[in-house]
C-alpha cells in the first residue's frame, strides 16, 4: 500500500499553490470547483510522484495550533547542501524558520520552516 495523498485545508488556495510551486517545484494540476458545497482544490504533483491536495472553502473557522492531528509536512531534498540552498532562500524571502539544518537525535538532517499559513514544513535529507 501507499498513501495516494495528503489532504491540507488552506485559507489562500492561490497563494498556497504558488508556495508549493515556487519552493517545492511542486505542479499543480486544474482547480477544482463544487459549485454546490463551494469547496474548491488543486492537486499538487512532485517528482517522485507524491501528491499534495490543497483545499479551500470559505466558511471554514480557523484551525488550532497544537491540535491533535497531522503535526507536519516532511519533503526530502538530495543532500545536506540542497537543504541548506532551499532554506536560506526560504529565509531570505521572509518565511520563518523554526529551527535547524541540525542533525536530529535520530540522524536526520532537517530544518522546520512555516508556509504562508503557519503549517509546519520538515525539509530534510
Known amino acids: 500500500m501507499i498513501i495516494e495523498h495528503i489532504g491540507l485545508w488552506v485559507k489562500d488556495l492561490e497563494g498556497m499553490k504558488q508556495f508549493y510551486e515556487t519552493y517545492f517545484d511542486a505542479t499543480a494540476g486544474q482547480k ?3 459549485k454546490t458545497t463551494n469547496f474548491t482544490s488543486y492537486f499538487l504533483s512532485f517528482e517522485t510522484g507524491s501528491r499534495l491536495e490543497l483545499m479551500h472553502k470559505p466558511e471554514l473557522k480557523e484551525h488550532q495550533a497544537d491540535s491533535f492531528g497531522y503535526a507536519h509536512l516532511a519533503i526530502k531534498l538530495k543532500d545536506e547542501k ?9 529565509v531570505a524571502d ?3 524558520l523554526v529551527n535547524g539544518p541540525r542533525t536530529t537525535g535520530d540522524g536526520y ?3 522546520v520552516i512555516k508556509d504562508p499559513e503557519e503549517n ?3 525539509i530534510t535529507c
Open 32 to 34: 477544482y470547483h463544487n
Open 82 to 90: 540542497a537543504v541548506d540552498s532551499l532554506v536560506k532562500t526560504l
Open 94 to 96: 521572509r518565511f520563518e
Open 109 to 111: 538532517y532537517e530544518a
Open 120 to 122: 509546519l514544513i520538515e
